[in-house]
């Protein structure tokens, strides 16, 4: 069987790997640490034992109800910031791609693998005890990764009118 001659020369692909690590490496990097924050670790009854304290000292009268409150507030809050995070790097990984229909349908995809990563998500935290799956959460995770997207394709719409006024 022949080799290409550019890989018989170098001795590897024509292609170099970096790229691919600087496209995809901090997405991957992002969906591990999603995955790890839905361990038992970052559980409700785990993450009031550090912002419950923190809230009590910076609102010595806050009472249980709204500390549990603002505690469930931050959960949620937490939900919508990573998968906007994770949006904006399937947003960089994407339109930097070397397949120009995944450059084309950044939007598209990133939707895509943002509702999935969520119901997946979701569906790893059924099977962790000391947390619950929740519908609700992965809507919340939609809507924050959705925001993002959106955000981008308006910018990206009004940036192409005004150069094509120009």
Do not use: C
Not at 24 to 44: H, K, Q
């Amino acid at each position: 069987m022949t080799q290409p001659l550019a890989e018989r020369k170098t001795g590897q692909a024509n292609f170099s790997t970096w790229p691919l690590i600087w496209r995809y490496g901090p997405l991957v990097i992002w969906m591990l640490f999603i995955s790890i924050f839905s361990t038992s670790g970052f559980s409700a009854i785990n993450t009031s034992r550090f912002i419950g304290p923190l809230l009590l000292w910076l609102f010595p009268s806050i009472s249980e109800v709204q500390l549990a409150s603002i505690h469930f507030l931050m959960r949620k809050a937490g939900h919508l910031t990573e998968y906007a995070i994770l949006a904006f790097l399937l947003r960089r990984a994407f339109i930097t791609a070397s397949t120009a229909i995944m450059r084309r349908r950044w939007f598209s995809l990133g939707l895509l693998t943002i509702a999935s990563y969520a119901l997946l998500d979701e569906f790893h935290q059924s099977f962790v005890p000391s947390r619950t799956a929740s519908i609700y959460d992965s809507v919340i995770d939609v809507i924050g990764g959705l925001t993002v997207l959106l955000i981008f394709k308006l910018y990206e719409k009004r940036f192409s009118r005004k150069r094509a006024v120009v």
